[in-house]
């Protein structure tokens, strides 16, 4: 089955301690991307990669690191978690745009919902 | 930057009854697409329908349908025959057309309840 997945589901944390939550595809997708979703601010984009090695800051990338060693894998890394960081955080995961797939969907995973006090 | 707009934070509609969520966007793009998104209390997000903005036909899946007025640069939602798992955060968001280009700008969500 086609899929993202992320891990943990939930996670409760104390300010400074540093995080690492996961995000894997199974869909062989060069591109993949991460956001944090905020009541009555929808989702906004953190960090993306489009490929092994590429990866790029998004809209709301403070305090936040991303790594793509694997092609497969897209983990988001909190070095010092903070109280704002508190959110839902989604990975999402699309292949290459062109010819019919030009206007395809991305795949989300299940979120994680991450509180930090 | 892309700004996408939902002024209605929620909305309420009884079982059968149809209702309509409205969006609008901000651009100076002429290739786009734009997307309406269903988050249920799962919170899984679910492409619930897409149109592209050089498409004048509306996209319409089943119940769904959008009025995607490009000079306007709104794009509604239109929910027909509302069941009761219809309840949940509805999201539209936008993406630009270039190939390389896959971030989504996304509204702030409209909760949609049905009453039974």
């Known amino acids: 089955e086609a899929q993202v997945t992320q891990n943990p589901r939930y996670l409760i944390t104390v300010t400074g301690k540093k995080l690492t939550v996961t995000c894997s595809q199974n869909m062989n997708h060069e591109y993949m991307s991460w956001y944090r979703q905020d009541p009555g601010l929808g989702l906004r984009q953190i960090y993306y990669s489009m490929n092994v090695e590429v990866t790029d800051k998004g809209d709301v990338p403070e305090g936040y690191k991303v790594s793509r060693k694997e092609k497969r894998n897209f983990p988001l890394i909190l070095e010092s978690p903070s109280p704002n960081q508190t959110s839902l955080y989604f990975c999402?995961?699309?292949?290459?745009?062109?010819?019919?797939?030009?206007?395809?969907?991305?795949?989300f995973g299940p979120g994680t919902r991450l509180t930090v006090t | 930057a892309q700004t996408v707009t939902q002024s209605q934070p929620e909305m309420s509609v009884q079982e059968a009854e149809t209702v309509t969520l409205s969006c609008t966007y901000d651009t100076s793009e002429s290739d786009y697409y734009l997307f309406w998104y269903k988050q249920p209390p799962s919170r899984q997000m679910i492409l619930v329908i897409r149109q592209e903005a050089y498409k004048q036909q509306n996209a319409t899946e089943n119940r769904f349908s959008v009025n995607f007025q490009k000079a306007a640069k709104s794009f509604s939602l239109k929910i027909s025959d509302s069941q009761l798992g219809d309840a949940a955060m509805y999201f539209c968001?936008?993406?630009?057309?270039?190939?390389?280009?896959?971030?989504?700008?996304f509204g702030a969500g409209t909760t949609v309840t049905v009453r039974a």
């Open positions: 968001a936008y993406r630009r057309g270039y190939a390389n280009d896959y971030k989504l700008s």
């Open positions: 999402a995961s699309r292949g290459l745009a062109g010819g019919p797939n030009r206007g395809g969907e991305q795949y």
